[in-house]
């Protein structure tokens, strides 16, 4: 069987395959998401199918006074706000 790299969700904290997760990268500027996860520098993953995981209260533990910028990237990118579920697959 082959080994499936886990990772854990700062947000609620649950271990997932690698690939069902979001990474997100800090940097000096701030947060970056990584979608492709090939960004260099400190990773960090969000559940990308659950918009709890995306609120900024959420993301305090983790991104400190960032929380509400980073909620509001994945927010942006996800499509958790507005009905844009840009993320959902269309059908
Ligand atoms: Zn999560």
Do not use: I
Not at 21 to 29: C, D, F, S, W, Y
Not at 33 to 43: E, V
Not at 71 to 81: I, W
């Amino acid at each position: 069987m082959k080994h499936v790299p886990l990772r854990m969700c700062v947000a609620c904290r649950k271990r997932r395959p690698k690939g069902e997760l979001l990474r997100v990268v800090l940097t000096e500027g701030g947060f970056l998401l990584d979608p492709t996860g090939k960004l260099p520098g400190r990773g960090a993953y969000v559940c990308p199918d659950n918009p709890d995981c995306w609120t900024e209260k959420k993301l305090r533990r983790f991104a400190g006074a960032r929380a509400k910028a980073l909620s509001e990237a994945l927010m942006a990118h996800l499509g958790g706000k507005d009905g844009q579920n840009t993320h959902l697959p269309a059908g």
